[in-house]
Every structure is written in structure tokens, then in C-alpha cells.
């Protein structure tokens, strides 16, 4: 490396909490103190259990959540150059052992994911993505009018790295995400690097993103970050986010780390949005609480052997997950699993091209929310 508001009320009376809050002009007196009642209780999205979009059902530590209290005062009038923000670069700079210059910035990590493919993917520059995978990217691609070479998983609904190197040369961008959304499987380093290694041998102008949005569930003996690669090579960009262990999906903070030309460049082709106080003093907080964060992974962890034993249980496969999510295989269609499980007030993923036949994504939310998910699970599935 060369160093140096979703729309906030999807529905009157299903509002988030952060909707009830904020909407509070545009709701009738009525409802509004209904929900907002609701939402003191702790009862969000109409008592609909969501396990569709990988968020954290915990949310932040109890020490993030003391820093976002302090941190709510007068002061934020005064807030376009946010405390904090200077802070939480410097921690990530110095955590990583980077430059100044090489982390930029981003309202979470979709601008990352959108502007990379702005920056280097076109019509005569396609972009590389495997499917199932998480698709930002690659409606970015169809956005714009670039070409998309779409990598189906293999056999074990692994990326396949052999494969995704093959269709690399010539690309503007390869869009690696390890570990990966639906799946939650991973590669480990060797692996990723030897993929690397060929992607900018074969086609040295071909950029490659890593996004690492879950990097923080897995265990460090499975895999680690790509980021050596990225500090060898000005082609290697590694996305990261505050929305998933972290807990804060609804603050909006993430970033990329790469060479400083390379940042430029995305920076000039699409916004990173400004990341706001208290995200920012969240964040810094959130980044230094490692015993939080290990606690969490155990956690999930624990979540995870508990609802894929029992899906096991139950006769089905499910691939090995690092991750906040599961993707078994439940062979029916994932449409009829949601049409079913919503009607017991439990919300999963959505359809996953080209596997919506047999495989749908479960979010895992707490244990309290899983054990009632399961139940539901064996009635609707038996
Ligand atoms: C793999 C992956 N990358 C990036 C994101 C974007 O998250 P955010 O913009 O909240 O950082 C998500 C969200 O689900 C994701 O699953």
C-alpha cells in the first residue's frame, strides 16, 4: 500500500424505534403515542421478530451505550466537524498500522461498495461477483450499465476462488466478500491471498474488494483479514462496518482501507456521506471494547450451534456459518418458508438467486428470539 434514513416509517403502527422517534410531525397523536409506548416497552417492528436483514439484536455494549448517552447534549449543534471522528480515524490507523491517508471514511460500508464499482467498473469493465452473495455491488454494476460476470458457488456454497480468478482477467473490480452473505462460510488467508496473488498477476489492473462486514463473528483460527494484501497492493480495497457485532446498524459507520490513490478514487466517484458525533464517539467506543466484542462472537456463537442443531434435528443441511446468518438448505422455496414463518410473527431473508428454491437466509436475533424462531420452525416446517 502506498501508505502514508432508509425511510423511516415502513408502515404506520410497524415503525422502528428510531422511526417512532424521529417521525413524531407526521404521525396522528394517537398512533404516535401507541408506538412510541410500544417502542418504551421494547417492543419494535409491530412484535414481528426480524431475522432477514443480519442486524444485531443486542445492539451496542453497555460501554458504547454509556458513550452514545454522554455524548447526547447541546453540543450537537455543533456538529460539522463531529468530535470524535478525528478519534475514531486515529484509533483505526493506529490499530491497523496504516497511514493517514488509507482509511477513508463512509455512512456504513454500502458508499464503499457503491463507489468502488463507480470508480472502476463499466460497460467494457465488468464487475466479478459470485452468487449468491450480497448483491450491492452488483446492482451498483446494473445501475450504471457495467458489465457483470456472475460466479456461482461451488459445490459446498464456498466462493469459488479458481473460478472467480478465471473470469478476473480484464475486469474493473472482483467483488469478494469473506466472509460471505447468504452463506457465512469463509476463506481462510492462504487461500484469499493465493487468489489475490493471481487476480493482479493475470490482470494487474483489475481492482479486488474484500468486504470484511463480518469479519468480526469469526474466530481468528479461521480466517483473518486481507489486509497485508491490501498493504501490498494499490489494486486491494477491505471494507469493514460498525453495523454487524458492533451492533450498530442504525448509526451508519463503516469504512475502507486501501492505498491513498486507490481511496481517491472512490471518494471522487460516488459520496461517503458524513459520518455523524455520535456514530462517530459509538464507534470509537465500540472499536476499543475488545472484551465486548469477544463476548459477542461467543455469544452468537452460541446462538448459532443452538438453532442450526436445531434445523439439524429437524433433517436439514445447513453450510458451516462464521457468521450472524445461516443459509440452510429447507427444500422448498424460501417465498412459502417467509409466507409461513411471518404469519407466527417471524420475519426471514429474502430470496437468494439462484438457491431461492431450496435455501433460505435466518438471521440469528437473541436467544429468547431464536427459541421462539425454532418453535416456529418445527411447526412450519415438519
Ligand atoms: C456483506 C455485507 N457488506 C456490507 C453490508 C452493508 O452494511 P452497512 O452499509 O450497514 O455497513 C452488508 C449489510 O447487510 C453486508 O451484508
Redesign the pocket.
Known sequence: MKFTRRGFIQNVGLGTAAGVISGTSLLSPIINAQTREAAMAGVFDGGVIQLN??ESARGPGPKTMQAIHSAISKRIGRGYAPDYLRELQASIIDHFDVGADNVLMST???PI?QGTVRAFCGADKPLVTAAPS?T?SEQTARQIGAAVKVIPLDSHLNIDLDAMVAASIGAGMVYL?NPN?PTGTVHGLAAMEAAIREIVRRSPTTKILV?E??IDYVDASVMQTALPLAKEFSNVII?R????AHGM?GL?V?YGLADSGTLDEINSAWGMGDVNMIGAIAALTAFEDTDHIAWERQENSEIRAFTVGALNDMGFDVPESHTNHIFPNLKRPASVVRAACIKSGISVGRDFPPLQETHCRISLGSREEMEKAVAVFRAVLS
Open positions: 436483514q443480519n456504513g460500508s454500502t461498495l450480497f450491492t466478500c452473505n468486504d462486514a463480518y471494507a462496518t460498525f453495523s454487524k446498524a451508519r463503516g
